[in-house]
């Protein structure tokens, strides 16, 4: 072996004890520092993506978003008890193209979360509208998850002007759907395993959310779960209001007037695929991707595809 081979192979040993030392210190640090690691990775995936944090306030709310790029406006709103962060992974592949917005919806995430007001979907729906007039939004293309796009159908049935189109991934209130396991449990118990009591059920959670949950480090789901359990209370009479109170989606899809595109994950278990159909015959000049081996939140599951079909959309308005 000559002395240059042997001091390429001492450089790159070198060079790979240096990276396992970085990824056991990150460990370590994740493990003893976990909110400190779950706001760092917060912070690298929203860079990475082109999103900057921001605040704006509407009557009885202060109400945290990212934003991030440029040109027409496209205003992406997460599910139940979820928040602006379920959007972000995606977000990568689309702020080259469109000004992202991303909300935290009151009662969830960062926002204010009054317990004395309801939150049926036509109550998120007006504040919605706020939001966007805080921010000077007058007209935009809106994406939502479960719960998001029921709210961003009853948007566009409510302000037909205000919304160009609609991304409907995995919408909630297809109340005619066959049951989910979700919502075979809801029935069965009272109690919807989208609303924990204990840390110790928030793996369940992702186990229901996702056919097959991308990794999330120690910090990430130590944070999350603990912000569950402490909206345990609110969460669980806004789940009451939804499935109470709110215009079901199929009787709001008539009036929808904006071009939509439908996306479902063959897997989920959280709203059954079976809504997919019922809400395409419903929404008049629907597009439905159906997605095989994906869960409840595509835009997690497999962000670059689902940026692709929702890209591909766009071009063919």
Known sequence: MTGGSWNMRRFIWGVLGLVVLAVAGLAVFDRIAPERSAALAADLER????LQRKTVSIPGFDIVYLEG?????????HGFGADKDNFTRVAAHLTAH??????????????????DVTYRIEDQAERLDQIL???GVSQAHFGGSSMGGWIIAAYAARFPDKAQSLWLLAPGGVSSAKPSPMLQTFAQT?????????????AHLLDMAMA??????YGVKKV?????VRDHALHSAIFLQLHGQSQPLQEIAPQVRAPSLIVWGAEDQVLDVSGAQI???????????????IGHLPMLEAPRQTARDYLAFRKAL
């Open 224 to 228: 999350l779960a603990e912000r569950a």
């Open 69 to 77: 790029g440029s040109g027409e406006p496209l205003v992406l709103v």
């Open 190 to 202: 009272g109690k919807s395993p989208l609303v924990i009591d204990k840390p110790e059920d928030f």
């Open 47 to 50: 860079h990475a993506a082109h």
């Open 133 to 135: 007039g805080a921010l």
């Open 98 to 115: 469109y000004r992202v917005i991303i909300p935290d919806l009151p009662g969830f995430g960062e926002s204010s979360k009054p317990a």
């Open 212 to 217: 097959d949950p991308p990794f999330l480090p």
């Open 279 to 293: 809400l395409h015959d419903a929404l008049p000049g629907s597009r439905l991707i159906i997605m095989p081996g």
